[in-house]
């Protein structure tokens, strides 16, 4: 049996696009025939997917990396290279993203919510794209564009109705294993569960999911006892379900347990303090002497006062789904860049960003005078001259976009 992951590293490679071909038709009888170069594919890309049928990172735990299909080159006789095929890499419902910075970039919620990880790279166009009528035979084609890689951050938020709460060795696990199918390690010591099981309970007419947490400490919120790792299955939960041990092995009253785990929600995320909630004695059949709760009680293990317990659930979950419903679409917590921009390069010149302007330059030869022309035109077109003098960049100044560089000249623009 694969263990439960809730966090992991995921490397993602979207393809390469396949250069545009240089290309001129060679017939019979055709002295000097027209260009003919086809485009490259465009390069895959690689897609997060929620899946509701995936329960944990485990798959990503030994092998992060994913890599989608890339195009393949164009070539002559206008033949166009073959697009690569997208990559659709299933996470669990829950999973936030955070890029290497540990901003949160997508929050993948519900069942096919999708977030592009990776775009693809362009196809470069051939040579009888830049046909025209000043330019009859074009001996320039576009490079492949490489497709985006990067590390990324999983962390998944379990999704469940009730959350159970308590101390270590409260009895979470024998409850969710006898109101549903779930499964977890019981025994009768601290610490048993050491990751969260989910389990669908059926009441009556009522149907619910439940999460067994593992324990908490006293100092979870500050991280005591992986209580941040803990905490976060929590976030998610509709309704609370506080568990307080009648039968606990330090001796702690039940009122003093509440107290300090309704603190510890609180420090860690005071929503969590106020969302609705039960709070119920466990282990009614072992209950110390003299052992001070006039509040609900029930045994896992008999069965007394179970039925009064789901009911109870089952009452909270409905009125909190019709407070707080569920979102129908996930989070990007952060648009993809747009548009041309510049900022200072650690040699003291100018790096310009923007995939059209990287895309401008990134053709089979600069050296080549109406490659560069034409360079020229498009990155005037796009307003990077402006963007730079905009920015305080001066004559003589270094200017970077992607792989090709120039000396910035205030007057005429751009120069080779």
Do not use: C
């Not at 100092?219 to 905490?231: C, I, M, T, V, Y």
């Not at 560069?372 to 990077?384: D, E, F, I, P, S």
Request: net charge negative; aromatic share 6%.
């Amino acid at each position: 049996m694969s263990a439960f992951v809730d966090e992991a590293q995921i490397h993602v490679k979207a393809g390469d696009g396949g250069a545009g071909s240089i290309s001129f038709r060679r017939e019979a009888h055709v002295a000097k025939g027209g260009p003919d170069g086809g485009d490259g594919g465009h390069g895959g890309s690689v897609w997060l997917v929620a899946d509701r049928n995936t329960a944990s990172l485990y798959g990503f735990r030994d092998h992060p990396h994913r890599r989608a299909g890339s195009g393949t080159h164009g070539m002559g006789k206008g033949r166009h290279g073959k697009a690569g095929a997208d990559l659709e890499v299933p996470v669990p419902e829950g999973t936030v993203v955070r890029d290497a910075s540990g901003e949160v970039v997508a929050d993948l919620v519900s069942e096919g919510d999708r977030w592009l990880a990776g775009r693809g790279g362009q196809g470069g166009r051939g040579n009888a794209r830049f046909l025209s009528n000043r330019r009859r035979a074009p001996s320039f084609a576009e490079q492949a564009e490489l497709g985006e890689e990067r590390w990324l951050d999983l962390e998944l938020k379990l999704m469940a109705d009730v959350a159970l709460v308590g101390f270590p060795n409260a009895g979470k696990s024998t409850l969710i294993s006898r109101i549903s199918a779930a499964k977890p390690k019981i025994a009768d010591y601290p610490f048993t569960t050491l990751e969260p099981h989910l389990g669908v309970v059926r009441f009556d007419e009522h149907e619910f999911v439940v999460a067994d947490i593992p324990g908490l400490i006293e100092g979870a919120s500050e991280g005591r006892g992986l209580g941040h790792r803990f905490l976060r299955h929590i976030e998610r939960a509709r309704a609370l379900v506080v568990l307080l041990d009648l039968d606990p092995a330090d001796g702690r009253a039940p009122a003093e347990q509440e107290r300090i785990l309704l603190e510890e929600l609180r420090r860690y995320q005071p929503e969590l303090a106020t969302r609705p909630q039960l709070v119920v004695g466990s282990k009614a059949d072992a209950a110390a002497p003299g052992i001070e709760w006039e509040g609900e009680r029930f045994s896992a293990l008999t069965g007394d006062g179970l039925r009064h317990l789901l009911g109870g659930m089952a009452t909270i979950v409905e009125a909190a789904r019709a407070e707080m419903p569920r979102r129908d679409r996930f989070v990007v917590h952060r648009p993809e860049p747009t548009g041309v921009s510049v900022q200072r390069a650690p040699d003291g010149g100018w790096v310009v960003l923007g995939r059209a302007a990287q895309r401008a330059v990134a053709l089979s030869d600069l050296t080549n005078a109406e490659a560069l022309a034409y360079a020229q035109g498009r990155l005037r077109g796009l307003g990077v001259d402006r963007a730079l003098a905009r920015a305080g960049a001066r004559s003589g100044d270094r200017v970077h976009i992607g792989g090709f560089e120039f000396d910035y000249e205030a007057d005429t623009g751009l120069a080779g």
